[in-house]
């Protein structure tokens, strides 16, 4: 909608020291600009539109949409690298997919909820792992899944965590399976800054039946004893079956370090629920 030649420039930072995020010159057809940035929760970004030349102004018709988040469907999964991971969104603009899965969790979170985003890992080793939402500024749920889209399985979800409208939920993770982690609201009318974060607990060398750390797992490593192996059985991560992996069983002999847990929904202010129904 602007009647001469323009640049866009997109900046963060203190005046004098600006750092530059994104520009363009003619990508929005008659020598007019257009362009994509990828914003950060927290940050402040100054938008410059200048005319190319010093006598080439006129009438500026600047629009910005602001678009869902990255990993806002289920195929653009942000990876939750690492032992631990955080992730700060703004769900405002996040949407519903129709083949997000439905469930019931907690006392009074079921259905597909809103605003969903989605996170995902494959470990290379069995661990728990613990995700949250706290301090998010709205009503959330998260649930782990695994499988494929359209065919989800629920392996653990937490509604209201500590007392609160956020979530916190905790699960075993077994080496080699993908797991994918929606955080979403829990309905419509909710959304906001959402602050996700994920935590991995140690190796646990638990693999085979029964459930614990016992025999069945020291014979397991007696087997690939002197072969070169990778993750998951190569506990110390030297490359090698050798003794320095059975030393990595020995201090959670007995143990059942995969025990299947999950948060408790903590009950909220029944109250507070209403408020956000």
Not at 72 to 85: H, K
Not at 213 to 226: Q, R, T
């Amino acid at each position: 909608g602007s009647n001469h030649d323009t640049v866009l420039s997109v900046w963060t930072g203190a005046w004098g020291a600006l750092a530059s995020q994104g520009c363009d010159d003619d990508a929005g057809g008659n020598y007019t600009s257009s362009l994509n940035v990828t914003l950060n929760g927290g940050t402040t970004y100054r938008i410059e539109a200048m005319a190319y030349g010093a006598g080439a102004g006129g009438l500026l018709n600047l629009t910005m949409t602001l678009l869902p988040p990255p990993n806002d469907d289920f195929n653009n999964a942000l990876p939750a690298a690492g032992t631990s991971y955080s992730n700060y969104e703004n769900t405002t603009n996040a949407t519903t997919a129709g083949d997000d899965p439905s469930f019931a969790c907690g006392q009074y979170f079921n259905g597909q909820g809103a605003h969903s985003v989605w996170y995902s890992l494959t470990p290379d080793y069995n661990r728990m792992l613990t995700a949250s939402t706290l301090t998010s500024s709205f009503d959330t749920v998260l649930g782990v899944w695994t499988g494929p889209r359209g065919g989800l399985t629920l392996q653990a979800c937490n509604d209201d965590a500590n007392t609160t409208l956020q979530s916190e939920v905790t699960t075993a993770l077994h080496a080699g399976t993908t797991y994918h982690i929606e955080a979403l609201s829990y309905n419509s009318g909710n959304y906001g800054a959402l602050n996700f974060a994920t935590s991995l607990g140690p190796i646990c060398p638990d693999f085979a039946a029964p459930a614990g750390v016992g025999i069945e797992d020291v014979s397991l490593i007696a087997n690939m004893w002197g072969q070169q192996q990778g993750p998951p059985y190569d506990y110390n991560g030297d490359g090698m079956i050798s003794i320095f992996d059975l030393l990595q069983v020995t201090p959670v002999w007995g143990e059942n370090c995969l025990a299947e847990a999950n948060s408790p929904e903590l009950p909220v202010d029944p109250a507070l629920k209403r408020a956000v129904q």
